[in-house]
């Protein structure tokens, strides 16, 4: 189906994706653009500790980047690569699914 590298990558974004705080997280980035962990404690209902535990959780799945910002306050960018993994992964999977799906459809017809 995919390699095994795909397949990891694939596997950390579905990890990362599980937690609801994560997702939020992912959200107000991509709508308010690269911020801090403050800033982003600011618009959720999380503290920042929190959110800096998720912050790095999703660093280590390659769905943001940590770049410096003024007075040595850490910014936080999403990455797109790795959810284009998961989604190539998806895509696979489910043409795999079609073929079997669509005999079973005519068989049961």
Do not use: C
Not at 50 to 78: D, F, Q, T
Not at 94 to 107: C, F, K, Q, S, V
Request: charged share 25%.
């Amino acid at each position: 189906m995919t390699d095994p590298a795909s397949e990891a990558v694939a596997e950390a974004v579905f990890v990362a994706l599980a937690d609801p705080n994560r997702r939020a997280i992912l959200a107000a980035l991509a709508e308010g653009g690269p911020a801090t962990a403050t800033d982003l404690a600011t618009r959720l209902p999380i503290t920042r500790q929190g959110i800096a535990k998720h912050l790095a959780l999703l660093a280590e799945a390659g769905l943001v980047s940590a770049e410096p910002g003024e007075r040595r306050r850490v910014r936080y960018r999403l990455r797109s690569a790795p959810m284009q993994v998961a989604q190539q992964f998806l895509a696979a999977l489910a043409r795999d699914w079609d073929g079997p799906l669509a005999a079973l459809r005519t068989h049961l017809e």
